[in-house]
């Protein structure tokens, strides 16, 4: 029905940085928000960044002032750009999407994740 798929996860070293994709497709009326979360080995799955619009964005407080979201409406894409990334980064990255849908519906999304690795 819809599709999320990312891009733009690896390796990089303490300090470096990545810029993540995530392009939705599908049957989509309209986007209302999309985000990324990630996932430590062990650990919860935690919001990392969020956005609405162009003006309405909320991060982690792990993140601020390192990692930035935005949001191409026009081409259903979210992006991060992490810098100055920390081992402590590392995890699994997933797209997650709220969507409106024909017929009045609603529902959300994920993505299979792209793997962040920052070595130390």
């Known amino acids: 029905q819809v599709q999320l798929v990312e891009s733009g996860g690896g390796l990089v070293q303490n300090g470096g940085s990545l810029r993540l994709s995530c392009i939705a497709s599908?049957?989509?009326?309209?986007?209302?928000?999309m985000g990324w979360y990630r996932q430590a080995p062990g650990k919860q799955r935690e919001l990392v960044a969020d956005?609405?619009?162009?003006?309405?964005?909320n991060y982690a407080d792990s993140v601020k002032g390192r990692f930035t979201i935005s949001i191409d409406n026009a081409k259903n894409t979210v992006f991060l750009q992490m810098n100055n990334l920390k081992p402590e980064d590392t995890a699994v990255y997933y797209c997650?999407?709220?969507?409106?849908?024909?017929?009045?519906?609603?529902?959300?999304?994920w993505g299979l994740g792209t793997q962040v690795t920052v070595s130390s």
């Open positions: 997650h999407a709220n969507v409106y849908l024909p017929m009045d519906m609603r529902d959300e999304f």
């Open positions: 599908g049957s989509i009326l309209r986007i209302n928000d």
């Open positions: 956005v609405r619009s162009a003006d309405s964005e």
